[in-house]
């Protein structure tokens, strides 16, 4: 069912930006993500991640974008890694001003653990800003989620930093 929604915010959003807008632009970079100690939808602790990014401008301030990140728990030694996939679907609005782009984004997504804890869907709104390069852009992003287990609710930080293509 989630995978359906992702698809159709996906593939209407493709339908308007192929009316002539600027063409998608793609992000990668590292996350630091932190859940709060003693829940157990996540492994407990920071986790530090790549992330990469898709994003569709609708028009000069609105975006759509999906993302995908991965994430290790490593600060228990290597035998006891962890890992998570942290997929998103985000609206990215950029706000006026000049010299750098500030954004607000807020979507939904999940947290999928791969060897350890239940995981969920979330709900997340964050604050960016992207400093334009050359050709590139730097973009570093802070974005809250609420994470939504079977019995309980928990919020996860997660600080971002990357180049947008």
Not at 80 to 88: L, Y
Request: net charge negative; no cysteine; hydrophobic share 45%.
């Amino acid at each position: 069912m989630r995978f359906a929604l992702l698809a159709a915010f996906v593939m209407s959003a493709a339908s308007v930006q192929a009316q002539g807008t600027s063409p998608p632009r793609f992000g990668g970079g590292f996350d630091v993500t932190m859940a709060l100690l003693g829940q157990d939808l996540i492994p407990d602790g920071p986790s530090v991640g790549i992330r990469g990014r898709a994003a569709l401008p609708l028009n000069r301030d609105v975006s759509v974008a999906g993302d995908l990140g991965v994430s290790a728990h490593l600060f228990e030694g290597a035998s006891q890694a962890r890992f998570v996939a942290n997929p998103q679907a985000s609206v990215i609005v950029t706000l006026p001003g000049g010299g750098t782009a500030r954004y607000i984004l807020a979507g939904f997504g999940g947290f999928v653990p791969f060897n350890e804890g239940a995981g969920g869907p979330t709900l997340h709104i964050g604050y960016g800003w992207a400093f334009p390069l050359n050709e590139t852009s730097f973009f570093t992003e802070i974005n809250p989620s609420l994470l939504i287990g079977s019995d309980k609710t928990d919020v996860v930080l997660a600080a971002r930093a990357g180049i947008i293509f």
